[in-house]
């Protein structure tokens, strides 16, 4: 079984920074499975956030999200980050890491097997 777990979500102001992580376990070929970033406010729908191929040589961002966060994994520490700068009160959210058992990224909740159980995320104005 591959677990998940997410950390590094907080409380922020309007323009700061977090660096939320994504420590996989339980199987070795996690190593080589895309992995996503996705969020979830109050009231709304699961949303796609970001998504990494298995060497990290090919990323996706929403649009929302573009130019203010970094997607990318350490698959030596079977890692995955987010680096998200110049946060805004919208990104305020619970976020899950995925990851799916084939090499390519997919921006589909439903495309991905495993997940986290979410870090909160608050940003306040």
């Known amino acids: 079984q591959v677990q998940l777990v997410e950390s590094g979500g907080g409380l922020v102001q309007a323009g700061g920074s977090l660096r939320l992580s994504c420590a996989a376990s339980?199987?070795?070929?996690?190593?080589?499975?895309?992995a996503g970033w996705f969020r979830q406010g109050q009231g709304k729908e699961r949303e796609f956030v970001a998504a990494?191929?298995?060497?990290?040589?090919?990323?996706s961002y929403a649009n929302s999200v573009k130019g203010r966060f970094t997607i990318f994994r350490d698959n030596a520490k079977n890692t995955v980050y987010l680096q998200m700068n110049s946060l805004k009160p919208e990104d305020t959210a619970v976020y899950y890491c995925?990851?799916?058992?084939?090499?390519?990224?997919?921006?589909?909740?439903?495309?991905?097997?495993?997940w986290g159980q979410g870090t909160q995320v608050t940003v306040s104005s």
């Open positions: 339980g199987r070795t070929f996690i190593r080589n499975a895309a």
């Open positions: 990494i191929n298995w060497s990290g040589g090919s990323t």
């Open positions: 995925a990851a799916r058992g084939v090499s390519y990224y997919h921006t589909a909740p439903e495309e991905y097997e495993y």
